[in-house]
């Protein structure tokens, strides 16, 4: 490195933490213009417990996280998640504040910059023989990588940022343990590494890692390294009986049979069957090179890698052999560091364990991978990146300078990367219409894109010149998650919702009618195909003079809703106006029945027995609606 690179180092280490501070916020604060995004909902803003506010926080403590959104429909997400703390702290804005999500963004930036600070001061008093300029280097590259995107411009990420926290305030309470032997330091551990699992389960990572790192940076001292074992085991041990006490025994194996909770099923028969041995390697591999690809060239991005991401493959592909040997290699490479006590041997370690348990070899996650799972691997990847550089570069100032250099361009480009992606997290419609065209084979990212076309084209007023052609554009994203996912009830719904906007109520039907063959109990489907039906009967019987259709409409609807007082009724009107008055009063007759106390149910029979030659039933159905309503019948024959 040159003497003027030096100079200019000597002046940032001399301020390392306010650069950090610095960096985080300049690179986030975009993200204060922002929005609710994707589980923002789950969490907060339809979560019930969260905005209950104070009153809230006990159900916060005793269900599972999504148990406010999904009620007794808590298990429709695969596997159980036990997040009170972040829960706790949305839960307390939503009491002071209400829905104000650019206070729940500056959170989030606040704890992302303190975050970055909290690891440089930990790696500066964990390897202090390491010169400042390189653990800056890996912070900084920490601070602007972009995976991180997700983490930080979502208010949900907020469980990810304080399980990383509180992980890392255990780590450096278990330094000075070990350098001072302080009760108060080793109590302070176990209750950090608590916190951290009550943000997020994924700090089980730690009990391994900082065990690893003391191995690593500090003289072997058994004793010493056993009490810390055991003072994070304790905390660990107490997570789990409060977990297991609160949502119950969770299943861990991907037994789903539905894709979106199970990423390695595949369709035989029109019935999910798990994946062969080979087709889960093989995807198993393609999200290992995946991830190591986001490592390293974070572009393009997206929130959505759900079934069919990757497709299917029956044999192991060149790529998930590629990706498999590359995470092997890294292991071996590890290893053959371990004894020597090699820098970027623990930055390996750091990576695997903690990406470990994302990669669906020990339990199923419910997704394939997400970059969110890379948040605390990243900082592992980029240790080895850096320390690896240190070992192997020339000690040369021209070829140290050349590097600075390379370094200090990824540096600004990785931040103009995570300025331009926060952008794309300012609401769900931006969100899914951008993302989509990233997981253009992910069921669920066509879904959502289809959704908040219907949602924005409905919210801007079927009227707009543009709702048209954003219906249509969802009718096509819809389309393509069936093709996906022939199965997926929720597809089958939106599509329904969008083909009846379109007036399109042949098509709604038949859509209304797969989502409830899939899911005969799915109330909503049942409720829209009703009202949908209604409307488009009554559009092509009076608008359109099209009494043929409109009848097959209803008809179609009865077999699923025979006791829906309105649509009886319609039934009957319809088959009265056709000239069919036997079955007209056979409807209406019904009608009286589901709906005794309704004038104008009365007043319609009456009408079909006036009209039928039985005018004395007539006089009487008549007289009882008059007597339900005074003067219905004189309004009606005007």
């Not at 943000?199 to 900082?210: C, D, M």
């Not at 480009?413 to 300012?426: C, D, G, M, P, Q």
Request: aromatic share 12%; proline share 3%.
């Amino acid at each position: 490195m040159t003497s003027s690179n030096r100079s200019f180092f000597n002046t940032i280490v001399s301020r390392p933490h306010l650069l950090i501070a610095g960096l985080a916020i300049m690179c986030y604060a975009n993200t204060l213009w922002n929005g609710y995004a994707l589980d923002d909902s789950i969490v907060i803003t339809q979560n019930d417990h969260t905005k209950a506010g104070v009153r809230g926080v006990n159900k916060l403590l005793t269900t599972d996280a999504f148990h406010g959104f999904f009620g007794g429909e808590s298990n429709y997400v695969a596997g159980g998640r036990y997040r009170p703390l972040s829960m706790i702290s949305f839960a307390l804005e939503y009491q002071l504040f209400g829905e104000t999500p650019a206070l729940s963004h500056l959170i989030n930036v606040l704890l992302y910059a303190c975050l970055c600070m909290l690891i440089f001061s930990l790696l500066r008093a964990m390897i202090p023989r390491a010169r400042d300029e390189f653990l800056l280097l890996a912070v900084i590259l920490f601070v602007v990588h972009p995976v991180h995107t997700e983490v930080v411009a979502n208010i949900k990420g907020r469980d990810e940022i304080l399980c990383f926290l509180f992980a890392l305030l255990s780590w450096k309470c278990s330094l000075i343990f070990f350098e001072k032997s302080s009760l108060r330091s080793i109590l302070l551990m176990g209750l950090y590494f608590f916190l951290a699992l009550l943000s997020k389960e994924n700090a089980v990572s730690f009990l391994l890692i900082i065990p690893l790192s003391l191995y690593f940076f500090r003289e072997l001292n058994l004793r010493k390294g056993v009490i810390i074992f055991i003072g994070l085991f304790i905390p660990f041990l107490l997570f789990m009986v409060t977990r297991h006490k609160v949502i119950g025994a969770t299943d861990l194996t991907g037994t789903s049979m539905e894709l979106m909770n199970n990423p390695f099923v595949k369709l035989e028969s029109n019935v999910y069957v798990p994946y062969e041995l080979v087709e889960k390697v093989d995807a198993i591999g393609r999200s290992m090179l995946e991830y190591l690809r986001l490592m390293v060239y974070p572009h393009p991005l997206t929130h959505d890698y759900y079934p069919r991401f990757f497709d299917t493959n029956s044999s192991l592909s060149v790529i998930a052999g590629i990706g498999i040997f590359l995470f092997s290699s890294l292991f071996f490479i590890s290893v053959l560091g371990l004894r020597q006590k090699k820098y970027y041997s623990f930055g390996i370690l750091f990576f695997l364990i903690s990406i470990g348990i994302y990669l669906n070899i020990i339990f199923s996650v419910g997704t394939l991978m997400s970059e969110r799972f890379l948040f605390i691997p990243s900082l592992g990847f980029i240790l080895l990146v850096i320390f690896l550089l240190k070992e192997l570069i020339p000690k040369t100032d021209r070829i140290r300078g050349i590097v600075f250099y390379v370094v200090l361009a990824l540096i600004v480009l990785f931040s103009a990367k995570t300025i331009t992606r926060n952008a794309v997290w300012k609401n769900n419609f931006t969100l899914f219409t951008t993302d989509v065209a990233v997981s253009h084979r992910s069921a669920k990212a066509n879904n959502a894109a289809g959704g908040v076309l219907i949602d924005q084209a409905v919210a801007q007023g079927l009227d707009h010149p543009d709702s048209q052609e954003m219906l249509e554009r969802a009718m096509v994203y819809l389309d393509r998650a069936q093709e996906i996912h022939p199965l997926y009830r929720g597809s089958y719904l939106l599509e329904g919702n969008a083909a009846c906007h379109l007036k399109k109520y042949a098509k709604a039907q038949t859509a209304y009618e797969t989502a409830l063959r899939i899911d005969p109990g799915h109330q909503l489907a049942l409720d829209n195909m009703l009202l949908c039906g209604r409307q488009g009967a009554e559009y092509l019987g009076k608008s359109q003079q099209k009494l043929t259709e409109s009848l097959d409409l209803l008809k179609r609807i009865e077999k699923y809703a025979p006791n829906d007082p309105d649509l009886i009724r319609l039934l009957g009107v319809a088959h009265g106006v056709s000239g069919d008055i036997d079955r007209a009063i056979s409807y209406m007759e019904k009608s009286v029945q589901l709906q005794p106390n309704s004038a104008y149910n009365y007043y319609n029979l009456g009408s079909a027995y006036f009209n039928s030659g039985r005018k004395f039933e007539a006089e009487e159905m008549f007289v009882k609606a008059e007597t339900l309503e005074p003067g219905i019948v004189q309004r009606n024959r005007k």
